[in-house]
Nanobody, 124 residues
Framework: QVQLVESGGGLVQAGGSLRLSCAAS????????MGWFRQAPGKEREFIAT????????DYADFVKGRFTISRDSAKNTAYQRMNSLEREDAAVYYC?????????????????WSQGTQVTVSS
């Protein structure tokens, strides 16, 4: 079992930045890939970014490239997502997820464990 506790969401002005954190416990953190997703009201949950178990490889959705950065700190058992130049369209509930198969996957169904989600609101 893996427990993921997310923090760092909140209200930010357009153009501003936030950093989301995802603290993991349970299985060995370094044995799974991590991903970030988001879900806006009335929309499906969508992929944002993923990072390999080692942190050496990352993949991003096109709409966040250059603005968002995924990272992980194995010593702290925590994954992060730094979000810069936030836009109103980025407002959503953000989730982190763990993939024990280490695939660096982009689909919701490929992840095994999920955080509770944190709201990000972007004001104009």
């Amino acid at each position: 079992q893996v427990q993921l506790v997310e923090s760092g969401g909140g209200l930010v002005q357009a153009g501003g930045s936030l950093r989301l954190s995802c603290a993991a416990s349970g299985r060995t953190f370094s044995r799974y890939a991590m991903g970030w997703f988001r879900q806006a009201p009335g929309k499906e949950r969508e992929f944002i970014a993923t990072i390999s178990w080692s942190g050496a490889s990352t993949d991003y959705a096109d709409f966040v490239k250059g603005r968002f950065t995924i990272s992980r700190d194995s010593a702290k058992n925590t994954a992060y997502q730094r979000m810069n130049s936030l836009e109103r369209e980025d407002a959503a509930v953000y989730y982190c997820a763990a993939d024990i198969a280490q695939r660096r996957a982009t689909r919701v169904t490929e992840y095994d464990y999920w955080s509770q989600g944190t709201q990000v609101t972007v004001s104009s």
